[in-house]
């Protein structure tokens, strides 16, 4: 890493925020704002590379191999964050999309001194999750720089896995490691190297991009709906009975009871209304249709 940190985009100073510490509250907002807005115009400029690690993704997941992010500080907080979600969203297993922090769990809440500067740190977290050619890693770095970050995509490359390197510099040093790159450049932070702001607002986005859009790849949604929560609790099992209404058009009650024989299997009960078939027949269609509520209805007519 011979480039100097100051010369980083992500490190620069921005030029509309140089009174940052004399302006009243509301123009502080205003700065931000502002400043916000321009993260979405520079994601859709990658919005190609985010594709291609979309199908990294479906690819891995369909051969049973995982998501895995990878990452340290706000990166790895931010895959972490979106792996979490993937159980209760999708009903995915947790060891289906994983998100990995220099430092391990407890870093998620305090930060751990020195963790991201260890490239074999990197490597040996993969090493522990039994990292194989059938899985994807995205490394995550807003400066594109980080140590851990580059030491696990090394190794992924080394084994077969496919790599994907998420960052806000252009020409980042973690690009150079992947299969494929995303770099978002959103330009200088309001608060000078406070990469927590724009660029994780845009590394969120793309997580969030590449994680839905690779369930969405995967039959896990049928129009616009969740169809694979999990129903864990009250609140989800009231998303889940109304999901069911909305695309049947059955009342209430004639929802929740088909939930309740489908084994709280949203998509099972919705083949069940919509083909009129029993729940082992449901069951049957959706595995031939690899889980796709769309193509197990085809098949029942």
Request: glycine share 8%; charged share 30%.
């Amino acid at each position: 890493m011979n480039e100097r940190l100051s010369t980083l985009t992500t490190e620069s100073r921005n030029e509309k925020s140089m009174r940052l510490d004399s302006a009243d509250t509301l123009e502080i907002l205003r700065i931000i704002n502002e400043e916000d807005q321009k993260v979405a115009l520079a994601v859709q400029k990658v919005l190609p590379d985010v594709q291609v690690a979309v199908e990294y993704a479906v690819q891995s997941l369909s051969l049973g191999g995982r998501l895995i992010y990878v990452g340290a500080g706000t990166s790895g907080r931010l895959g972490v964050l979106d792996a979490v979600e993937c159980p209760p969203t999708f009903s995915t297993s947790p060891e289906t999309v994983l998100g990995l922090m220099a430092g391990g769990e407890k870093a998620f809440v305090q930060a751990v001194e020195g963790a991201e500067d260890n490239e074999e740190w990197g490597e040996r977290d993969l090493r522990e999750i039994g990292l194989t050619d059938r899985d994807t890693v995205v490394g995550i770095a807003a400066s594109g720089r980080t140590p851990y970050v580059i030491g696990a995509l090394k190794y992924a490359r080394r084994i077969g896995a496919r790599t994907v390197a998420l960052s806000c510099n252009e020409r980042a040093r973690i690009s150079q490691e992947a299969d494929q790159a995303i770099e978002v450049v959103v330009g200088p932070e309001v608060l000078a190297g406070s990469t927590r702001m724009k660029a994780g607002t845009a590394q969120k986005m793309v997580l969030n991009m590449i994680s839905t859009a690779t369930m969405v790849k995967l039959g896990k949604v049928y129009e616009n709906l969740m169809v694979d929560v999990n129903i864990s609790n009250r609140k989800l099992k009231e998303r889940a009975i109304e999901i069911i209404r909305t695309v049947t058009g059955v009342s209430r009650e004639r929802a929740e009871e088909s939930l309740e024989q489908a084994r709280h299997e949203v998509k099972t009960a919705i083949v069940m209304i919509k083909a009129e078939t029993t729940y082992e027949r449901a069951v049957r269609l959706l595995e031939r249709a690899n889980g796709n509520v769309r193509r197990a209805l085809s098949l029942a007519r």
